[in-house]
């Protein structure tokens, strides 16, 4: 029996990813009975539902505003499982968060964003935990941040004595959408394959005039959308030899039959915007800033991403043996 408790100074700094991760490899080993809970919560949060379902975990009872009645949930569910998985409310006070951690003896895991320039409020934040302290995850590595991440984070937790467990990098599956939801942001309207409508989109490209072959162009992407006036049977077809999530029709032209029928026998649905082409595509640059981690496949990558760049075993220690393979 165990409790591990993730919280963070900042919201949104990817809490939810990392406990349903660890949740996902503690069910793979030898942790029989997981639970995941977010006692404290405000009215509008859904995270505890989609990641019970997720992780498929039993459900948490309804939350609540009081600290006395969170750590009462929690130790119940301690008491009941082999591992309790934490996600702490962003809006605690430290003090809270630090008498809900000691009362229920638990292991705390600190996220951090990389491009955080608060790094020294961070690791005070991190610090204040004392023995309690697993260690300090740093979320979101942007590419070429690796230096800045040695430099910056490394050196500071190396400082302050502080166990860094490690950095997550950026990942376009954790960042995508699905088409049923990127249709439901755009106002789009399906044509055709809204049974496909959960396919995620982790990219997106857009249909035009170009001196190489479309499927040349086409191929340098993978699990897109491709946005193209709906009268561009050439580079409808062009973009449907190649692997792609749906397509985004603008200007509420409708596609010939044809393409109607090669993108069905492909399971690719078909998107209608009245926008045109440019606005559509101003409207796409604004989607990741409503991604959730709500679907199997970010599951899946957020669980191979956390074996690979963590130290999931100093994680567990104190919860039994775990196994990565």
């Known amino acids: 029996m165990g409790v591990l408790y993730v919280t963070g100074k900042d919201s949104g700094v990817g809490k939810t990813t990392i406990c349903s991760a660890l949740i996902?490899?503690?069910?793979?080993n030898d942790f029989k009975k997981v639970s995941f809970l977010k006692p404290i919560t405000n009215d509008e949060s859904q995270d505890s539902l989609i990641i019970s379902k997720l992780c498929e975990v039993p459900e948490q009872g309804k939350p609540t505003k009081s600290k006395s009645q969170a750590i009462k949930i929690i130790k119940k569910a301690d008491s009941e499982n082999d591992l309790v998985v934490v996600e702490a409310f962003s809006g605690l006070s430290f003090d809270d968060h630090k008498d809900i951690v000691s009362s229920v003896d638990a292991k705390v895991i600190v996220v951090a964003d990389f491009l955080n320039r608060r790094t020294k409020s961070v690791i005070e934040f991190a610090q204040g935990f004392e023995d309690?302290?697993?260690?300090?995850?740093?979320?979101n590595l942007t590419l070429y941040g690796t230096t800045k991440f040695e430099e910056v984070w490394s050196d500071a937790c190396k400082k302050s004595k502080v166990n860094l467990l490690g950095a997550i990098p950026e990942n376009r599956t954790l960042l995508s959408l699905t088409v049923n939801e990127i249709a439901e942001i755009l106002g789009a309207e399906f044509y055709s394959g809204q049974e496909y409508g959960d396919t995620l989109v982790e990219n997106f490209m857009v249909g035009g005039f170009g001196m190489d072959p479309g499927q040349y162009v086409?191929?340098?992407?993978?699990?897109?959308?491709?946005?193209?006036?709906?009268?561009?049977?050439d580079v409808q077809m062009s973009a449907l030899e190649t692997p792609m999530s749906c397509f985004i029709m603008t200007n509420a032209i409708e596609p010939i039959e044809y393409v109607k029928y090669e993108s069905e026998e492909e399971k690719v649905p078909i998107l209608i915007v009245q926008e045109n082409t440019l606005d559509t595509m101003n409207a796409v640059d604004k989607l990741t800033n409503y991604a959730q981690f709500n679907h199997p496949e970010k599951l899946e990558e957020a669980k191979t991403l956390i074996i690979e760049n963590l130290k999931v075993e100093e994680i567990v220690t104190n919860f039994g043996q775990l196994s990565l393979m």
């Open 218 to 233: 086409f191929n340098t992407k993978y699990k897109k959308a491709v946005i193209v006036r709906g009268d561009r049977p």
């Open 132 to 139: 309690y302290l697993a260690g300090v995850v740093v979320n």
């Open 24 to 28: 996902n490899i503690a069910k793979s």
